[in-house]
């Protein structure tokens, strides 16, 4: 049998599915969103990676490169649900498209490689989606390569993850006879034709009959012991049903107490079915989410995702296409037609949506209206970011936008050829519109223009897109890193006056201050003033004016973080003092505090997983050393090692071809954001010319 679903109108929030395909780099997440189009009969070709054909990496740089860039949507039908699906990149550089998914996202399908199982980048995406909470339920791909194990993979998820996996099949066949799967719900096998994309249920095999019954009663166990209503009938009959056993999996996997596990090779077109029935029955529909909470004026509100609430929206991503700027959107409640107008409150700019467009990919579908739930791109929107809240103009709320990643790594571009600087500057400004995760400034001394982003690949793109998509040749100077400076002892009780008087109203501000090293990134402002000494007023200003003095460190003019200031006492005068006054008395105290502190230098890191063959591992480790890297583990199996170390992120440009060079080519690696570290003394005097 082919099991297409044909597509049909949902207008219930209950009949809908947002969610994200998060995975490793090469774990399979763009075939298995092929595979779930085709399965669900949206395209009747099945694309693949390899050939450039897949309907999300429709970007040339996708295709040229082979890996998911930008995260793409596309919608679907199944089994009377609507599905809008969210393909998101695995590769650390582009992790702010995976955090601003997931913000709009209700729940996730986490997709392992049944030979490697838990990689770098999977517990990386794996932690976002534990900081949103996301529900999420795992697929482990690939079932059909050699060494697949499909145990090993669900033991990784335990280990690595801290989740508790629930599996719900049993593979028939290893590696390449991987033919189907036993579903231990309701116990019965599913083997997929080689030769063509049909599959039949059936009895299980009498082979893995008492493998199926041993899986099933210890799935039954582990549901009990988690569930209240399972531990019930369990107590009672020393059985669960497959009805209790589908309740109970999806109040776990809402909560996030467990974590239901499928397998299947997408390639192969194997266990998409059954994947796809899981999302329905286990992952929540936008009505099964707590109602989302803003704000108006300061005081908190709630939208619940109901049509004939009012309506309210969060944009999270912006595409400038041929056909227009596209703004995607998640509507959270309330109802848009085309042709509505819609306020962004922030600014209090009102605009017409001109179309409302169903995305599925580089294609698009017309609409006359969305509702509370729905994830659709409308057109007309001129003045919409990433991040900004969309609201009917009578009944205005603030939602809180996604986060964005502070930039690591800078390059400073300018145009070629003189006349191409306009063009330079506008696409500059489009880019930032579109991935808000890259930052333009220009450098006050040099006078360059610096584009900032979270790695080196990130910044490749961004150049590459400038010059595909504007026609500009660029010229692209060295990658610089963003250092930091922070506090490694502090100062206490530096006293600080600030007195003008120029004619008419004067200024006084006395501040006393402590500053204090923190044991992470960031800053912490208190005041311990008693009496009314330093109204509150007067000492927000003071915060205020450390903020600014954070811009520029005493030692190389980097921003500083990791310190905690306290204002410990002040004095104030009944005419001169001002807000302004105890800013800008603020500002220059604690410059004066930090060069009296001992400060260090940061500069961020990278975790480097690299896999190499055996011969190879010492011109790898060597090489690691000479950059200054920090080894925490290596492994062998199977003539391959895998060696994981600290880099810091200046030592690390360069790295893919040094990799490639030192392993004839055999090499691989990933690397994740890790905490920032002090430069040693010796990098440090290099770098500030001491």
């Given at each position: 049998?082919?099991?297409?679903?044909?597509?049909?109108?949902?207008?219930?929030?209950?009949?809908?599915?947002?969610?994200?395909?998060?995975?490793?780099?090469?774990?399979?997440?763009?075939?298995?969103?092929?595979?779930?189009?085709?399965?669900?009969?949206?395209?009747?070709?099945?694309?693949?990676?390899?050939?450039?054909?897949?309907?999300?990496?429709?970007?040339?740089?996708?295709?040229?490169?082979?890996?998911?860039?930008?995260?793409?949507?596309?919608?679907?039908?199944?089994?009377?649900?609507?599905?809008?699906?969210?393909?998101?990149?695995?590769?650390?550089?582009?992790?702010?498209?995976?955090?601003?998914?997931?913000?709009?996202?209700?729940?996730?399908?986490?997709?392992?490689?049944?030979?490697?199982?838990?990689?770098?980048?999977?517990?990386?995406?794996?932690?976002q989606a534990d900081r949103h909470g996301v529900p999420r339920i795992a697929f482990v791909n690939k079932l059909d390569r050699a060494g697949a194990d499909l145990d090993a993979a669900v033991a990784s998820i335990r280990e690595r993850l801290g989740a508790l996996p629930l599996v719900v099949q049993l593979p028939i066949g290893r590696e390449e006879g991987?033919?189907?799967?036993?579903?231990?719900?309701?116990?019965?096998?599913?083997?997929?034709?080689?030769?063509?994309?049909?599959?039949?249920?059936?009895?299980?095999?009498?082979?893995?009959?008492?493998?199926?019954?041993?899986?099933?009663?210890?799935?039954?166990?582990?549901?009990?012991?988690?569930?209240?209503?399972?531990?019930?009938?369990?107590?009672?009959?020393?059985?669960?049903?497959?009805?209790?056993?589908?309740?109970?999996?999806?109040?776990?996997?809402?909560?996030?107490?467990?974590?239901?596990?499928?397998?299947?090779?997408?390639?192969?077109?194997?266990?998409?079915?059954?994947?796809?029935?899981?999302?329905?029955?286990?992952?929540?529909?936008?009505?099964?989410?707590?109602?989302?909470?803003?704000?108006?004026?300061?005081?908190?509100?709630?939208?619940?995702?109901?049509?004939?609430?009012?309506?309210?929206?969060?944009?999270?991503?912006?595409?400038?296409?041929?056909?227009?700027?596209?703004?995607?959107?998640?509507?959270?409640?309330?109802?848009?037609?085309?042709?509505?107008?819609?306020?962004?409150p922030a600014t209090g700019r009102t605009e017409r949506v001109g179309r409302i467009v169903r995305v599925q990919a580089d294609r698009h579908e017309e609409q006359e209206e969305t509702v509370a739930g729905d994830i659709v791109a409308v057109v007309g929107l001129k003045g919409a970011r990433a991040g900004t809240t969309l609201c009917a103009p009578e009944?205005?709320?603030?939602?809180?936008?996604?986060?964005?990643?502070?930039?690591?790594?800078?390059?400073?571009?300018?145009?070629?050829?003189?006349?191409?600087?306009?063009?330079?500057?506008?696409?500059?400004?489009?880019?930032?519109?579109?991935?808000?995760?890259?930052?333009?400034?220009?450098?006050?001394?040099?006078?360059?223009?610096?584009?900032?982003?979270?790695?080196?690949?990130?910044?490749?793109?961004?150049?590459?897109?400038?010059?595909?998509?504007?026609?500009?040749?660029?010229?692209?100077?060295?990658?610089?890193?963003?250092?930091?400076?922070?506090?490694?002892?502090?100062?206490?009780?530096?006293?600080?006056?600030?007195?003008?008087?120029?004619?008419?109203?004067?200024?006084?501000?006395?501040?006393?201050?402590?500053?204090?090293?923190?044991?992470?990134?960031?800053?912490?402002?208190?005041?311990?003033?008693?009496?009314?000494?330093?109204?509150?007023?007067?000492a927000r200003a003071v915060e205020a004016g450390c903020r600014d003095a954070l811009e520029e460190g005493p030692l190389g003019g980097y921003p500083v973080t990791g310190l905690r200031v306290t204002l410990t006492d002040g004095a104030t005068h009944s005419k001169d003092s001002s807000e302004l006054a105890f800013r800008t008395a603020g500002r220059f105290?604690?410059?004066?505090?930090?060069?009296?502190?001992?400060?260090?230098?940061?500069?961020?890191?990278?975790?480097?997983?690299?896999?190499?063959?055996?011969?190879?591992?010492?011109?790898?480790?060597?090489?690691?050393?000479?950059?200054?890297?920090?080894?925490?583990?290596?492994?062998?199996?199977?003539?391959?090692?895998?060696?994981?170390?600290?880099?810091?992120?200046?030592?690390?440009?360069?790295?893919?071809?040094?990799?490639?060079?030192?392993?004839?080519?055999?090499?691989?690696?990933?690397?994740?954001?890790?905490?920032?570290?002090?430069?040693?003394?010796?990098?440090?005097?290099?770098?500030?010319?001491?």
């Amino acid at each position: 049998m082919r099991a297409i679903r044909h597509p049909h109108a949902v207008t219930s929030p209950t009949a809908v599915r947002n969610l994200g395909i998060l995975a490793h780099v090469d774990a399979g997440k763009t075939t298995l969103t092929e595979r779930i189009l085709f399965a669900t009969g949206t395209v009747h070709k099945r694309g693949e990676v390899h050939d450039g054909t897949t309907v999300t990496d429709f970007d040339p740089q996708e295709r040229d490169r082979g890996i998911t860039i930008f995260a793409a949507a596309v919608s679907c039908a199944w089994s009377g649900h609507r599905v809008n699906l969210i393909d998101t990149p695995g590769h650390v550089d582009f992790a702010d498209e995976v955090e601003r998914s997931l913000r709009v996202l209700d729940g996730a399908v986490a997709v392992f490689d049944a030979v490697a199982g838990v990689e770098p980048q999977s517990e990386s995406v794996w932690r976002q989606a534990d900081r949103h909470g996301v529900p999420r339920i795992a697929f482990v791909n690939k079932l059909d390569r050699a060494g697949a194990d499909l145990d090993a993979a669900v033991a990784s998820i335990r280990e690595r993850l801290g989740a508790l996996p629930l599996v719900v099949q049993l593979p028939i066949g290893r590696e390449e006879g991987f033919t189907g799967v036993v579903d231990l719900l309701a116990m019965r096998s599913l083997l997929w034709h080689p030769d063509s994309d049909t599959y039949e249920r059936g009895p299980v095999p009498e082979s893995l009959r008492q493998e199926a019954d041993r899986r099933r009663r210890a799935l039954e166990e582990a549901v009990a012991a988690l569930h209240a209503d399972a531990l019930d009938e369990f107590c009672a009959t020393s059985a669960l049903t497959e009805r209790t056993l589908v309740r109970a999996l999806r109040e776990l996997t809402l909560s996030g107490d467990a974590v239901v596990v499928l397998c299947g090779s997408a390639y192969r077109n194997r266990g998409i079915e059954p994947l796809l029935d899981a999302v329905v029955a286990y992952l929540p529909s936008p009505a099964d989410m707590p109602a989302v909470r803003g704000t108006t004026d300061g005081a908190e509100q709630e939208r619940a995702p109901d049509p004939a609430e009012p309506f309210a929206a969060l944009a999270f991503k912006v595409s400038v296409t041929a056909s227009g700027r596209l703004t995607y959107v998640r509507v959270y409640s309330g109802t848009l037609r085309k042709g509505d107008r819609v306020r962004d409150p922030a600014t209090g700019r009102t605009e017409r949506v001109g179309r409302i467009v169903r995305v599925q990919a580089d294609r698009h579908e017309e609409q006359e209206e969305t509702v509370a739930g729905d994830i659709v791109a409308v057109v007309g929107l001129k003045g919409a970011r990433a991040g900004t809240t969309l609201c009917a103009p009578e009944a205005p709320v603030v939602l809180e936008p996604p986060s964005v990643a502070e930039p690591v790594v800078s390059v400073a571009v300018e145009a070629r050829r003189a006349t191409d600087t306009g063009r330079l500057s506008a696409a500059l400004a489009r880019l930032v519109e579109e991935d808000p995760s890259l930052v333009v400034r220009s450098d006050a001394e040099t006078g360059q223009t610096v584009l900032s982003g979270m790695g080196e690949l990130h910044l490749e793109v961004a150049v590459e897109k400038i010059r595909r998509g504007h026609g500009v040749e660029v010229a692209v100077g060295r990658p610089q890193v963003s250092y930091r400076e922070t506090v490694v002892k502090g100062v206490t009780g530096l006293i600080h006056r600030h007195v003008k008087q120029d004619g008419g109203a004067g200024q006084f501000a006395h501040v006393v201050l402590d500053v204090e090293p923190l044991d992470e990134p960031g800053f912490e402002f208190r005041s311990t003033v008693v009496g009314g000494r330093v109204p509150q007023e007067y000492a927000r200003a003071v915060e205020a004016g450390c903020r600014d003095a954070l811009e520029e460190g005493p030692l190389g003019g980097y921003p500083v973080t990791g310190l905690r200031v306290t204002l410990t006492d002040g004095a104030t005068h009944s005419k001169d003092s001002s807000e302004l006054a105890f800013r800008t008395a603020g500002r220059f105290a604690l410059r004066e505090a930090l060069r009296a502190s001992t400060m260090a230098l940061l500069e961020p890191v990278v975790e480097v997983t690299a896999t190499v063959p055996e011969e190879g591992v010492g011109g790898v480790l060597g090489d690691l050393a000479a950059r200054r890297g920090r080894v925490s583990g290596s492994t062998a199996h199977a003539g391959t090692a895998v060696i994981t170390a600290a880099v810091p992120l200046a030592e690390f440009f360069g790295y893919a071809s040094r990799l490639r060079g030192r392993t004839q080519g055999r090499g691989t690696f990933t690397t994740r954001p890790a905490p920032l570290a002090p430069v040693p003394p010796a990098a440090a005097d290099a770098l500030l010319g001491r």
